[in-house]
């Protein structure tokens, strides 16, 4: 406490106090300091922000009918002090002026400890918003209330997707406080087996003196590899020279969650991930547009798009999501005109990627279509417009007809798409099992061949048809 805090408690306004479980209480009482604490708001709410609210009622009505008053909470009202910043925010509300006193943070007394030098660099969390405020590897990282072993869990979990789960951290017990510091290093996975834990500890998470660390580390990387030093096939690269890469690589995460190979998935997304930073970065050097545009404009698309999650709180239905994500999105690109107007809805489809694989393109087109109506109630009329389409390309098979053999064969393969969509499957994936069954069952016969010393190719059509007979019973 500094002199002119303790001048502050002794003088003829009411003291409220957050709480009373400090290590300073003993001087309070000592020195003959009345208070009231709101400790007792802790026992009998929900949630800590309902603690905190009421605090904040108690204090504003007391102001309003009793005047002045003192609300002292540990160390600087200003770090990690939830109700003096809605305090502050409700006295500007209600026009009550406000006074802040300083007093020693739980920042000085731990870097104290640790013997560190803020000038290097320190990010201060709250354990409560670590999900939402992640450290930055490259610099320093003191979490605040991490309270009891249970917070430490689940602090713990939330930091181990960004720290390897055995890099040294420091969990500080008590600092200040004579006689009763507690310091402890300790591997990250460990924080919550200790049992020193109490609501006076925070965890110290070191630099990682590593280059090239995390999101903003991949960024650095791709500048150094695109500048004037770095490697010339990836300086001679453009966006349209990549996007076979990208596609590529696409495919290759794909192929991967198709065999939930899981450590494969994990390499196959960062390759994913390093193609969006090179294509960003490319940007980025013409002047169009830069990394941070590309993240800011995604964040606010998914939360406008979102408004059930993260506006009115609305539940809504699948189907009433997807409505409100469409409509969303035609506002977004200034089209005012209603869905059902048959060339605002022919625009849209018009403008769905020609680089996606025709059986998708297929798929979303049909299913832009269903949105108006145009479309049946359940699978087996679609079905049955398979059989029409097959007895129209069997006749232009007859007719010896090469141009409407090919529009027929489109419409068979449409219609196949149509009840794929019906079925609630997707065509892509649909083909692609069918085409790794075709290879297994393929494999079979030439492994059925080799036991008798042959290839498929010293058999006739007939022969390796029996032969395809035979797998599909095995």
């Known amino acids: 406490m500094t002199l002119e805090t303790l001048t502050l408690l002794k003088n003829d306004s009411p003291n409220f106090f957050r709480t009373k479980i400090h290590p300073v209480m003993d001087f309070i009482q000592a020195e003959g300091i009345s208070y009231e604490s709101f400790d007792c708001y802790y026992e009998v709410e929900d949630s800590f922000e309902m603690v905190y609210d009421k605090i904040v009622k108690t204090l504003i009505d007391h102001v309003k009918s009793k005047g002045n008053l003192v609300y002292a909470v540990p160390g600087n009202p200003l770090f990690g002090e939830k109700t003096v910043e809605k305090l502050i925010q409700a006295a500007k509300a209600e026009g009550i002026e406000y006074q802040l006193h300083p007093g020693v943070s739980f920042v000085d007394v731990t870097l104290n400890a640790l013997e560190q030098d803020p000038i290097d660099g320190l990010k201060i969390i709250d354990a409560f918003d670590c999900l939402k405020n992640p450290p930055d590897p490259r610099i320093g990282t003191l979490v605040t209330q991490v309270y009891d072993q249970h917070m430490a869990s689940e602090l713990k979990l939330q930091l181990m997707e960004i720290y390897n789960p055995e890099k040294k951290v420091i969990l500080l017990t008590n600092s200040g406080i004579p006689q009763q510091e507690i310091s402890r290093e300790v591997c990250l996975y460990e924080i919550d087996r200790v049992d020193t834990i109490n609501h006076l500890t925070s965890l110290y998470i070191p630099a990682e003196n590593t280059a090239y660390q995390g999101f903003q580390g991949i960024i650095e990387i791709m500048k150094t590899l695109r500048g004037e030093a770095g490697c010339p096939w990836d300086r001679s690269q453009t966006s349209e020279s990549l996007r076979n890469y990208l596609l590529e690589e696409s495919y ?223």
Request: hydrophobic residues 40%; without cysteine; glycine residues 4%.
């Open 252 to 474: 290759e995460v794909l192929e991967a969650i198709d065999n939930e190979d899981w450590d494969n998935l994990a390499e196959e997304l960062g390759d994913v991930l390093f193609q969006l930073v090179f294509h960003a970065e490319i940007a980025s050097e013409a002047g169009h547009f830069t990394m941070k545009q590309v993240i800011d404009g995604i964040n606010e698309k998914m939360i406008r798009r979102h408004p059930h999650v993260f506006i009115d709180k609305e539940i809504f239905d699948p189907e009433e999501v997807e409505t409100n994500w469409d409509a969303i999105k035609r506002i977004e690109k200034g089209q005012t005109g209603k869905p059902e107007e048959a060339s605002g809805l022919a625009a849209e489809m018009k403008k769905i990627p020609k680089a996606l694989p025709a059986l998708m393109e297929a798929y979303k087109v049909q299913k832009k279509a269903a949105k108006v109506g145009f479309d049946w109630d359940n699978p087996m009329p679609a079905l049955d417009k398979i059989e029409e389409e097959l007895l129209e390309l069997s006749v232009a098979l007859r007719e010896n007809n090469a141009e409407n053999v090919e529009e027929e064969l489109g419409d068979l393969l449409f219609s196949a798409v149509n009840v794929a969509r019906l079925l609630k499957l997707q065509p892509e994936m649909v083909l692609r099992k069918a085409t790794a069954k075709f290879v297994s069952r393929f494999e079979k016969m030439e492994k059925l061949a080799g036991q008798d010393k042959k290839s498929l190719n010293d058999y006739t059509f007939e022969q390796l048809d029996d032969a395809w007979n035979h797998v599909k019973g095995l």
